[in-house]
């Protein structure tokens, strides 16, 4: 069974350091070679909230993407995530699945890649430290050139890049 390369946003505006921190652990206990970008706070965007922290964190796996996600959700709800909340919403930890290699998946409730990577500068900015010569697999632009086509842009969302205590 062959290495598969992921990427995943995680999230919180409860906590956020105390979550941020279980989330990367449980991540470090289940899949190998974990990196991390720099932790970047930016304002809750689509309602009124705390600050939330954000970074992309990139691994690599034997499972599925269905296999990944069904992971996620179950760090996530270990760490007090509610489903039952609207979708834009405070929340004590959030991680979704962004890229999964270089396929391109949207069925059964996976959307890989996830379109906030060409949203949100708090998903971007972090991925493109991470891995700025990535290639998108549907856009065909590097991480990076997509991040400079979306800095400056109002509606993508201001960071901060924050010193984190890990």
Avoid: C
């Amino acid at each position: 069974m062959s290495q598969h390369l992921v990427y995943v946003g995680i999230g919180s505006n409860i906590e956020q350091e105390k979550y941020i921190r279980s989330g990367v652990q449980a991540l470090q206990e289940r899949f190998e070679k974990l990196q991390l970008s720099p932790v970047y706070k930016t304002q809750a965007i689509g309602f009124d909230g705390d600050d939330f922290y954000n970074l992309v964190a990139s691994f690599y796996t034997k499972h599925s993407p269905f296999g990944v996600e069904k992971i996620l959700k179950e760090i996530e709800h270990h760490n007090g995530r509610r489903r039952d909340q609207e979708k834009f919403s405070a929340r004590t930890l959030d991680i979704d699945l962004l890229l999964y290699d270089q396929q391109i998946i949207h069925n059964d409730g996976v959307n890989i890649p996830r379109d906030e990577i060409e949203k949100y500068a708090f998903v971007l900015l972090p991925l493109a430290d991470l891995s700025p010569d990535l290639i998108h697999p549907e856009t065909g632009h590097s991480i990076l050139t997509m991040w400079q086509q979306l800095k400056g842009k109002k509606d993508s969302g201001t960071l901060e890049k924050i010193h984190f205590n890990w």
